[in-house]
Nanobody
Framework: QAHLVESGGGLVQPGDSLRLSCVAS????????MGWFYESPGQKREFLAG????????HYADSVKGRFTVSANSAKNILYLEMTRLKLEDMGVYYC????????????????WGQGTQVNVSS
């Protein structure tokens, strides 16, 4: 069974930067799409950023384009999310996820999930 473990969350101020990490195990890392999802308070889990397994193409939600960067170190099975210019509305739980097959941002179709890491943004 695949395991995904996120880390790097914490308390930051608006405008700050933060780097999240996701360590994958028992997973053929390069054969799976990898992505980040988030849940703001009281909202459903939504796609945020990801990398396709086939060509390494990246995808971003409109809300984070130009501010967040997703990357991966396939040799170490680690997925990263570099977050900059953080806003109050970025506060929430960030989840690492993996999906096999065709690319999709539809949350229920992703196969494996981490436990999430909390990002708090406060002035």
């Amino acid at each position: 069974q695949a395991h995904l473990v996120e880390s790097g969350g914490g308390l930051v101020q608006p405008g700050d930067s933060l780097r999240l990490s996701c360590v994958a195990s028992d997973l053929p890392f390069t054969r799976y799409h990898m992505g980040w999802f988030y849940e703001s308070p009281g909202q459903k889990r939504e796609f945020l950023a990801g990398i396709e397994a086939n060509d390494g193409n990246t995808h971003y939600a409109d809300s984070v384009k130009g501010r967040f960067t997703v990357s991966a170190n396939s040799a170490k099975n680690i997925l990263y999310l570099e977050m900059t210019r953080l806003k109050l509305e970025d506060m929430g739980v960030y989840y690492c996820a993996a999906r096999f097959g065709y690319w999709s941002t539809y949350t229920p179709w992703w196969d494996y999930w981490g436990q999430g890491t909390q990002v708090n943004v406060s002035s």
